[in-house]
């Protein structure tokens, strides 16, 4: 007995240790793709590949789910509520929000703009921003912005947090703007122009120059609001009768911060039947398409940077 436990052991010293097991360099790869991946599913094809191989028992306990997988990291809630009430609007009208901003009651500055979805969150011109932006609270409330480009656009509510100096998105929302007129200038943009530029400069560039405009139909004025200015200073009892004023733009928008709706003033001929019957027709945020003259020079008012003279309603 002892003879033969002697030889044994003899047997095993001169066999030296077992080999060590080889991994091609087909498997570290399809191991380490699998690794990365940490899936239940992708443990089980390396098993289906390589039954015997080097990491056989390691993607056993994995892919039967005995390895806790890393959870994704919670995203983080909004800090506002932004919610358009349609989900797609036209380019005329603005888009009407529910917002509740009460998470933000320590921020300042908090501002509502509509912008291309695609379009970097950084603020890059805070003049142009505050300009083409609206302000709210911080507190729940409801209220009509301007739209922005035409296509798949993005709510983003603004505001400054405490204790720093540059915007930040605290909401955000998606809305669909569909596209309007081709070829016509957007109201809302023709009276910003106005604002941004002053009288004379505004003048310069658009004297003697017709223009197709689009916008939403506000109102028809009575005489009794007209004003001489918009007729060169020439009392109302002698302007023709065959003339109406009529306002267009985007209903129910806050002022800007020049104060002005972007209401402009069409003054529009209506000598003949068809164009009564058509201005008769109209209703409130029904869009429409004009041309005519733009001028600043006699605008009654901020809120109604733009006159366009010599107008025509267009089909």
């Given at each position: 007995m002892i003879r033969r436990a002697l030889i044994m052991l003899l047997g095993v010293a001169l066999a030296g240790p077992a080999p060590a097991q080889t991994t091609g360099p087909e498997e570290l790869a399809f191991w380490d793709a699998v690794s990365q991946g940490n899936r239940p599913e992708e443990y089980q094809a390396y098993l289906d590949t390589y039954p015997n191989g080097r990491f056989a028992s390691l993607a056993r306990i994995r892919a039967h789910g005995s390895v806790v997988l890393p959870q994704p990291a919670p995203t983080r809630s909004a800090d506002a509520v932004v919610r358009p009430t349609q989900a797609s609007v036209r380019l005329v009208n603005g888009v009407t929000l529910d917002l509740d901003a009460t998470k933000l009651r320590t921020s300042s500055n908090l501002r509502v703009v509509v912008v291309a979805a695609d379009s970097p969150d950084a603020v890059a011109d805070p003049q142009r921003f505050v300009e083409d932006s609206t302000p709210v609270h911080a507190a729940r409330q409801r209220l009509t912005v301007p739209a922005g480009p035409p296509g798949r656009d993005e709510v983003r509510l603004y505001h400054i947090p405490p204790f720093a100096d540059s915007y930040v998105v605290g909401g955000r929302a998606p809305v669909?703007?569909?596209?309007?007129?081709?070829?016509?200038?957007?109201?809302?943009?023709?009276?910003?122009?106005?604002?941004?530029?002053?009288?004379?400069?505004?003048?310069?560039?658009?004297?003697?120059?017709?223009?197709?405009?689009?916008?939403?139909?506000?109102?028809?004025?009575?005489?009794?609001?007209?004003?001489?200015?918009?007729?060169?200073?020439?009392?109302?009892?002698?302007?023709?009768?065959?003339?109406?004023?009529?306002?267009?733009?985007?209903?129910?928008?806050?002022?800007?911060?020049?104060?002005?709706?972007?209401?402009?003033?069409?003054?529009?001929?209506?000598?003949?039947?068809?164009?009564?019957?058509?201005?008769?027709?109209?209703?409130?945020?029904?869009?429409?398409?004009?041309?005519?003259?733009?001028?600043?020079?006699?605008?009654?008012?901020?809120?109604?940077?733009?006159?366009?003279?010599?107008?025509?309603?267009?089909?």
């Open positions: 669909v703007v569909q596209p309007g007129f081709a070829g016509a200038t957007l109201g809302r943009d023709l009276a910003r122009e106005a604002v941004r530029l002053g009288p004379l400069r505004f003048e310069a560039t658009h004297r003697d120059r017709p223009m197709l405009v689009q916008a939403a139909f506000l109102r028809v004025r009575p005489r009794t609001d007209w004003n001489v200015e918009w007729f060169g200073g020439r009392p109302v009892d002698e302007v023709p009768r065959q003339v109406a004023v009529l306002s267009i733009g985007q209903p129910g928008v806050v002022p800007d911060i020049s104060g002005s709706l972007g209401e402009i003033v069409c003054l529009l001929s209506v000598g003949n039947q068809g164009a009564l019957d058509r201005l008769a027709g109209l209703q409130l945020g029904d869009p429409v398409l004009v041309s005519g003259v733009p001028t600043s020079w006699s605008n009654a008012s901020p809120s109604d940077p733009v006159l366009l003279d010599r107008c025509v309603l267009r089909s």
